[in-house]
């Protein structure tokens, strides 16, 4: 497989399949699983995955992380879960027999994680 540069990325491919998602959503999702990767010799679960999201997502955007996120197609974990999936049709990270949709799913709250805490 060839080695994707995911910096310079455009996941034009990926949205021309699933236009629902942002491609600033999978550059983001790709920084995480690039920085999980490069972490830990083990695989990443769907519960790393999301908690790196969170971290990285309030990190870069904090108090517009719901608005960046909602504007790039994102509501719920499902989402990035969704993402993932298309990444892995994409052929831009491998899947593990194991991993399952189910991983993303309630791993938390958008609106209760990304925008609660900014409100007066």
Not at 80 to 90: A, S, T, Y
Request: some cysteine; aromatic content about 12%; proline content about 2%.
């Amino acid at each position: 497989m060839q080695e994707i540069d995911f910096e310079s990325d455009d996941f034009a491919d990926i949205v021309a399949k699933d236009s629902r998602f942002d491609a600033r959503a999978y550059a983001l999702l790709m920084d995480v699983i690039h920085y999980l990767g490069g972490e830990a010799d083990r695989h990443m679960t769907g519960g790393d995955i999301l908690e790196e999201f969170k971290e990285r997502a309030l990190d870069q955007y904090g108090p517009m992380t719901y608005t960046v996120l909602t504007e790039w197609g994102l509501a719920c974990t499902e989402d990035i879960g969704e993402m993932m999936f298309n990444l892995v049709d994409g052929h831009r990270v491998h899947r593990d027999d194991d991993d399952t949709s189910e991983a993303f799913v309630a791993g938390y709250d958008f609106k209760e994680v990304f925008l609660n805490p900014y409100q007066t």
